[in-house]
Structure formats: structure tokens, C-alpha cells
């Protein structure tokens, strides 16, 4: 399952699922009109509360919701039940997730990118955070901030939480895993490096593009295999694989589960390969008509252009 937000003619944002390449089906209206033939009364208001027009609100409905999903999908598997869908190229996609109650970082997760930028590798996962404004939608512009020089790309495997998580054991951790997605953790190196701390650099407006879509764990069957890529204007800049990571999924889920209790629709970006900008030598850094495009294995590509704010 591939679940994505997408909208048509302007308008709001709805809830969906790729059926196919080449279509994609609008859940809340599929629901109402499963329900409806079914004979069951106030159908429409049934399937709003079951799938609402947010991804975190659409976790948060758990084993209902799911359920709901699952019949779904089997009956039209068999033929039985026609979802309401549209072609692909009539709709625009957005963030497959706009609204996570936490937005955790994980950085220095790749021994190569560690090196390259010159720290030592960690002994625990250094952790920061994003903030919601941050989140982008495909194909919208990533805006250098007002001062910055130095903006920088950094592909990254994102996690989205479906379940309440606290005290989790490693090898349990990715059984509260939902689904995967792919991230632009998008720095603005100079305002990273003001301070110590991180923060600034990261949690500004536009630097978290994410999509296309969330992958459920059915698609992604093992995390730690994945190719992570990186082009700038058609160039390969990064070129990594998820099994090199210093802290796995389950290590990461554990550490964090041990600090915080990790609700659904929380979204882990969870460290990137080397061949960032800043690292180069010469520094490459991203400038307005610049294009980025990131590729993650079994997840798409995200594809932004850069322009000043």
C-alpha cells in the first residue's frame, strides 16, 4: 500500500492510495460508497471519521481503520467493488504527511558522511528536531533563506510511526513502524553553524521536502537495503545504502522509546550517506534554479527546485 495526499483543481487536500501506476484512489469517498451499498445509514459520516483528510489522523484510527482499509482492498482484489479513483496526471501530490506530532532527526547516521564531514562517529544517535513548517510538497521550491550561502542537500530514509511506542526492544522496534518515505533533510549550513547546536540550520520553512507517498512495510520488506541517492541538475551527489547505517532502525526506535513515547503519524528522518555539498572540495552548494532529486529503493523520487525566500 502507497499512501499519498493528493488534491485536484485547486482544491484541499484529501487522503489516497496508489491502485496500480496509474491511479489513485480517494479513501473517505471510497469508503462512504462501500458503506452506502451496503445499506448502512449515515455512510458519509462514518467514513470521514475513519479516513480524514490527515495521514496522522488516518494512524491514529488503528485496527478500525485498517480493518476498514483491508476490506477494501480485498473486495476489489475480487472484483466486487469499484473504489473511487483518478488518473494519476489529474491530480497534484503533496506531502504524504503534513502534520506528524514529533519530527525527529537522526544525524551522523553513516560512517562516510561522519568522515567526511570531519566528527567522530557516535556512540548514540545525535537527535534534533524539525518542525512541521518545514515539511514540503513535491515539486514545490526549497527557499534559501534570507543570509544563507550555504544550502545543502541531504537525502535521507524517513520513518512514519504507526503505532504508540514506549520502552520498545530492539527487535521488536519495527513492528511499530507503519510505512517508509523519503526526505530532503535540507540545511542551511551557515545558520547551522552558528551555534553548537544544529537547530537553526534545520527547522526552517520549505527545508523538509517529503513523498511521494508513504510505502507500508509490505512494500518495503527489509529497510536496511535500500539505495539512497542524491542528483543536483542531473549529477549524482550521493550515492549510499540504508545497510551502512551506524544506528539501524530498530537501535534507533529503542534509544528513542527510552527518552519519549512515539505516537502515530511521528516521523523519524533517519541520517544521510556521504556527498553532501558542504563536505566538497570545493564546496558545492545549492543555489535558486537548482533542481534536487532524491531516489530511495521501492520509495520514488522527490524532485524540488531552489530559489531564494
Known sequence: MKIVRFSQNGHSPRLGCFMG?????????????????????????????????????????????????????????????????????TVRLHAPINDPGKFICIGLNY??????????????????????????????????????????????????????????????????????TIINDASARDFQFHTSQWGPGKMGDTLAPVGPYIADRSEIPDPHVLDVKTWVNGTLMQNGNTKNFIFDLGYIIQYLTNIMTLSPGDLISTGTPAGVGFSRKPPVTLQPGDVCKLEITGLGTLENPVKDA
Open 21 to 89: 501506476q496509474d491511479r489513485v484512489v480517494d479513501l473517505e469517498a471510497s469508503c462512504a460508497a462501500w458503506l452506502s451499498a451496503k445499506g448502512v445509514v449515515r455512510s458519509a459520516a462514518i467514513a470521514a471519521a475513519l479516513f480524514p483528510q490527515s495521514t496522522r489522523g488516518f494512524l491514529e484510527g488503528g485496527s478500525a481503520t485498517q480493518d476498514m482499509l483491508g476490506a477494501m482492498v480485498d473486495a476489489t482484489k475480487a472484483g466486487k467493488f469499484e473504489p473511487v479513483s483518478h488518473a494519476v496526471n
Open 111 to 180: 560512517k562516510d558522511h561522519a568522515a567526511e564531514t570531519g566528527a567522530a562517529v557516535p556512540k548514540e544517535p545525535p537527535v534534533f528536531p524539525k518542525w512541521n513548517n518545514a515539511i514540503l510538497d513535491p515539486g514545490e521550491p526549497i527557499l534559501r533563506p534570507r543570509g544563507e550561502k550555504t544550502l545543502d542537500w541531504e537525502v535521507e530514509l524517513g520513518v512514519v510511526i504507526g503505532k504508540t511506542a514506549r520502552f520498545v526492544p530492539r527487535d521488536r522496534a519495527l513492528d511499530y513502524i507503519y510505512g517508509y
